[in-house]
């Protein structure tokens, strides 16, 4: 079964510098790869993700992933942190257990990030 | 942008009470899912559904639950008799269809259901 873990339970940065949040996952074949983003009292929003080609994701708000199978990582980054990316952070991993384009998600713990002034 | 809306916001219940969670899925979209989230924990798979039948479910999803699509746009989840370790976040989403292979879940803003 897959399994994602998310190393840090809560990060805290100055607005302004950058980030990186950590996600390695377990998963036996190809994996898709997600980092969605929860702000208080909000849904899941989709960050960005992977499902093949180009390693190196780019997504919303400045934020991209870049995939590692070697290391079975998928780690977010962003060069300048804005007071306003102050929330949760989930990295997930979609597999399915049937094949074609239905899947489910595994979800890690999830890190919060504080952010500075 | 189209969104997946669920109601309502948060949902109290007394124990052994029957709660039944909306969604609307986004228009177009074929797979829907309930996912929920204990307070502190992961947000866990609940069921998938597709073609007007369960596709997948955990082994969360006991007798307990059950999951409809009464119309042409709605989606629901409901729990026969709530117990306390049902209160949780519980969100809602979905994901076009086959033609869409790599696509993704789209998720709601969730219900949070308190069960007293």
């Known amino acids: 079964a897959q399994s994602v873990t998310q190393p840090d339970i809560h990060i805290t940065v100055s607005e302004g510098a950058s980030l990186e949040l950590r996600c390695n996952y377990s998963y036996g074949a190809t994996p898709y790869l997600f980092w969605y983003v929860q702000s208080p009292g909000q849904g899941l929003q989709l960050l960005l993700k992977y499902f093949s080609g180009d390693t190196l994701v780019q997504g919303i708000k400045g934020f991209e992933a870049e995939f590692k199978r070697s290391q079975s990582s998928f780690n977010l980054r962003k060069p300048s942190v804005h007071w306003s990316d102050a929330a949760e952070y989930f990295c997930a991993v979609g597999a399915s257990d049937s094949g074609g384009s239905n899947y489910k998600l595994t979800f890690g713990k999830g890190t919060l990030l504080t952010v500075n002034p | 942008e189209p969104e997946v809306t669920q109601t309502p916001s948060h949902q109290v219940t007394q124990m052994g009470q029957e709660v039944i969670l909306r969604c609307v899925p986004i228009?177009?979209?074929?797979?829907f899912y309930w996912y929920r989230q204990i307070l502190g924990q992961k947000v866990e798979f609940l069921v998938s559904f597709y073609n007007n039948e369960i596709s997948e479910k955990s082994e969360i999803f006991d007798d307990q639950f059950s999951v409809e699509r009464p119309d042409g746009s709605n989606f629901t989840l409901k729990i026969r008799s709530t117990k306390l370790e049902d209160s949780a976040m519980y969100f809602c989403?979905?994901?076009?269809?086959?033609?869409?292979?790599?696509?993704?879940?789209?998720f709601g803003n969730g219900t949070r259901l308190t069960v007293t």
């Open positions: 989403a979905s994901k076009r269809g086959e033609s869409s292979y790599n696509s993704p879940l789209h």
């Open positions: 228009s177009n979209h074929l797979y």
